[in-house]
């Protein structure tokens, strides 16, 4: 798992993943786009914490492999001003066969969507700006593994 | 008894807040505790069932205690991909 500030170029990631038992590449590209809720976006601000969000990404990396029989997985996420088109996130997935290749690559984006502390601003047409609130994520956090409990420090 | 407490902000919590980080004495025991109190403070109204909250950089459940000294991040809904 990887925050990153660069451009993002899957075809280099691809590479990366490359395994003679791998019958099967999956990916997943997240591209900014141009219009949310009714509203025209010019371009997409992301920030995260990232300490917090490679160590939860690496966790969703490793329940993808503990679910599925994949041989490799990797995520990145662009972090900063994005502009409409740009890649703000890739998954990779290689398998020797393509159905756990998907299943685990909709597992990873899913969940890092869900549970990494990343955040986008919108900024729209009209001059105006607004942090994404995603809802559906909210009321999906339920079925997000529990976070633990931490017992008393003090 | 009151615990010093740093607290950090981010995204739509550290506007609302206007900083990034304060540290901060409560008589709170838990990071609900600690939401509620500052969620009051300082203006949001996101519920708390949309956010998260990580003490000493771990990601914990609402209802962990904090400990003097204790660093809590304070995470509004997350909105990646």
New interface residues.
Partial sequence: MRISKQVIRPVELRDQLTDPRAGAYAAFE?WIRNENEGHDVLRLE????E???V??GERVLREAAEKHPILKAECV?RIGMLEIGEC??WVGVVAPHRDEAFAACRYI?DQ??????????EHYADGHSG????ER??AH?ETAP????????? | MS?TLTVRY???FR?HAGIDEETISLKVHTARDVFELLKARHGSAEPL??C?V??N?????W???V????TI?L???????
């Fill in positions: 997240g992301y920030e995260s914490y300490p917090l969000a160590k939860e996420h703000a996130v984006i890092v969507k869900l549970r990494l502390p990343i955040w986008k601003k942090w994404v609130n995603c994520c909210a956090a529990p976070v633990v409990t931490r017992v008393h420090a003090s | 615990k981010f995204a739509a506007e069932g949309h998260k990580a003490i950089d771990e990601m914990v459940s209802d962990s205690p400990g003097d000294g204790d991040l995470f509004p809904p997350v909105a990646g991909g």
